[in-house]
């Protein structure tokens, strides 16, 4: 039966949880009780799978108790009450447990279902130095593949070898390894994600010293990352002895090496660390990454699969991960400052090595006081610089048409003359008019129409000169348009704004280049971002920050507004949102717009960029994230194409992706949108286009 939109699991989320429980030492059922009440309140949560601390059900910490009858009993006893009551529980349910089979005692993870018990994995690697002495009392599990235990009355399959597969939950295959497993140079997990397993965990015991607790997180992450997997991760806590050492009960969960949750350390009581993990993320990770699956064929890793069924929850349960507004713009201010600096930095090294290549020519620049002109020139000259030349060898031109505004004008021309470039003013509108006139154009005799062939006149000749300009000064058209007009087609073809010598911006995202500018301003001074800039053209740039976008082609109405870009295409936030999960995740319509509705619904919650002022923010409903979707769809798969397959050389700037046809997207300029539609009419049907 299909989850209906409002369910997480429908959209290829799985609730993963990490926990720690107050401990009993050699207490199995006190234990036992403590897991099944966290468990109680993770199934109300709508968790699938809850991990728990390594040698939970006895204690870590006990030693030679460990090796005592009335201990070991004990926990067969709180085996079998977690399997029985599980069976109204949803989750999966992954407990520590020294078990005893044939003649050894194992350090083992414990897996139980729906009243089943559905594997036994046993520790493959056990640490015998420093304060650890586990070969004293276990025999390591690594070469106990294709066993069977018995555990009381209950049998089940064990061995390193066992794979978990929910048969409802597409992409949810879940391993087990318990905390020395992880800190060895070939993790258990790492053959089971090259055999399919999505959700990798860890019970750990893993005493705290100074560090350890950053050890642990640089293990999880790097696994989590290396394997394209989602890593959950739990710690001993309180309750543990402190004869020698004492414990902090960390718990964490990583996906593709992303911080997903994280307790609090050396809490009292139970906590949990709770995330929505993206199985379809990983899954299209393991696709794109064809080496992946590469590295399986010469290990060809062997593993017994258990399937069980979860019945995921159908009702709203919310989504819990980290949200990004803006998958482009880091929420964190050191992240953002460093992406900021890598930007600026690929693109001028980028412009240099193309500049020094072809003999050193004068850059040319249309300047428009927009953001993507400005962003560009900022570039330009920090490549002069860099490169020892004099910025006076910048040559800007602005080019004022029939819609150019006094203010944006005034602006260009001042940014220009504060960084030291060059600037003239070649005005555009005579030779348009004159086109316009040779070819009939009823705005020639008067009439206001404004259509598309009176706005690409102003746009080609803008270019057109350019490129004449390049030829009689021995230079080269520096590109402007950016990642999110590539994406849109909003660029006017051939002789237009689609084409330059050298495209700077092409690899980056409208909502990522003010953050650039701002960067810029602010490393004045500073190794990598210097630009030398006047007080005058801090006034220009942050005046540039505050206009509205627009392609100022078209006159302003009787209200006097100036035509908006954002109005016509839509919001540049929700057209970068779609962009980087199509383009990085090629996901389903549907899910992106149900994360976007869980992302942009609440202005007032989760994390903005730094700087990003508090009235400015805003937020979309459904409806609104719906009919943006649509015009992306339909721009981005059956129109823009044709004009990304000619684009001119740039650098890649982002992970996210490029849309350079010799380097992330390659895809047929004739193709359409039907596929993309269709899926999001089925599952949004109040939103379907009639007709």
């Given amino acids: 039966m299909s989850l209906p939109f409002e369910s997480a699991y429908r959209h290829g989320f799985a609730r993963i949880a990490a926990g720690t429980i107050p401990l009993t030492i050699a207490d199995p059922a006190a234990n036992g009780e403590a897991v099944l009440q966290s468990v109680r309140e993770l199934a109300d949560e709508g968790v699938a799978v809850a991990v728990f601390p390594e040698l939970c059900l006895s204690g870590y910490s006990i030693e030679d108790l460990l090796m005592q009858d009335a201990v070991l009993d004990g926990v067969v006893a709180a085996i079998e009450r977690l399997v029985e009551a599980s069976v109204d529980l949803l989750p999966v349910i992954v407990v520590g447990a020294p078990l005893r089979h044939r003649n050894r005692l194992f350090n083992c993870a414990a897996v139980i279902h729906r009243g089943e018990l559905l594997g036994v994995a046993p520790k493959s690697y056990l640490p015998n130095y420093r304060e650890f002495y586990e070969r004293r009392w276990f025999a390591p599990g690594d070469d106990q593949a294709g066993e069977d235990i018995r555990v ?31 800190w060895v140079p070939i993790p258990p997990s790492s053959s089971a994600a090259l055999a399919g397993a999505t959700v990798l965990l860890n019970l750990s015991g893993s005493p705290i010293t100074i560090a350890r607790a950053e050890d642990r997180k640089t293990l999880c992450q790097s696994q989590s990352l290396r394997c394209l997997a989602a890593y959950a991760y739990a710690a001993a806590g309180m309750g543990e002895s402190t004869n020698d050492v004492s414990w902090d009960g960390q718990t964490m969960i990583y996906e593709g090496g992303v911080l997903l949750d994280e307790t609090e350390r050396f809490a009292d009581g139970a906590r949990h660390s709770v995330a929505d993990v993206d ?130 004008k005034s602006n260009a021309i001042a940014l220009a003359e504060s960084v030291g470039a060059s600037i003239e003013t070649v005005d555009i509108r005579p030779a348009a008019t004159e086109m316009l006139e040779r070819i009939g154009h009823p705005f020639a005799d008067g009439e206001p129409v404004h259509d598309i062939t009176f706005e690409n006149v102003q746009a080609g000749l803008r270019t057109d000169y350019l490129f004449r300009l390049a030829n009689q000064n021995g230079g080269m058209v520096i590109g402007t348009s950016d990642l999110s007009e590539l994406a849109l087609g909003w660029a006017t073809y051939g002789v237009g704004d689609h084409m330059s010598h050298y495209a700077v911006n092409a690899g980056v995202p409208k909502t990522l280049i003010q953050h650039v500018i701002r960067w810029v301003v602010a490393q004045e001074g500073h190794e990598g971002g210097s630009t030398d800039l006047s007080d005058r053209a801090r006034e220009v740039l942050q005046s540039v920050l505050d206009t509205e976008i ?30 980087a999960w199509i383009l990085r995740y090629g996901m389903r319509p549907s899910k992106i717009a149900f994360v976007a509705e869980r992302t942009w619904r609440d202005q007032d919650a989760g994390a903005w960029p730094p700087g990003f002022p508090d009235e400015d923010r805003y937020a979309y409903d459904l409806p609104t994230i719906v009919k943006w ?52 009419d089925a599952a949004l049907p109040q939103f379907a286009s009639k007709g």
């Fill in 550 to 579: 627009s392609p100022e082609l078209v006159p302003a109405g009787q209200d006097g507004k100036m035509q908006s870009t954002e109005d016509r295409i839509g919001p540049y936030a929700l057209h970068d949102f779609t962009l």
């Fill in 152 to 182: 009381g009355e209950l049998e089940a399959p064990f061995g390193p070898d066992l794979l978990f597969e929910a048969l409802d939950v597409p992409g949810l295959v879940v391993h087990a390894e318990v905390c020395e497993d992880v």
């Fill in 629 to 680: 979707l649509k015009v992306f769809l339909q721009r981005y798969f059956a129109f823009a194409q044709f004009k990304r397959s000619a684009v001119p050389n740039g650098p890649k700037v982002s992970p996210i992706g490029s849309l350079s046809p010799r380097g992330d997207w390659r895809a047929p300029s004739d193709g359409n949108a039907n596929a993309w539609l269709a899926e999001l």
């Fill in 279 to 408: 199985l379809d993320r990983l899954r299209q990770d393991r696709l794109r990454q064809g080496s992946f699956d590469d590295n399986r064929r010469t290990r060809e890793p062997y593993f017994r699969t258990v399937h069980f069924q979860l019945d995921p929850p159908a009702a709203d349960i919310g989504l819990r991960r980290p949200l990004d507004r803006f998958p482009f713009v880091p929420d964190d201010p050191e992240r953002l400052a460093l992406d900021c600096y890598e930007a600026f930095n690929i693109q001028v090294s980028g412009l240099m090595q193309r500049m020094t290549a072809i003999g050193n020519p004068k850059p040319v620049l249309g300047v428009s006081g927009g953001l993507d002109s400005t962003h560009a020139l900022l570039v330009i000259a920090r490549a002069m610089d860099r490169m020892g030349r004099p910025r006076s060898e910048i040559l800007a031109y602005t080019m004022p048409g029939f819609a150019t505004s006094e203010h944006t």
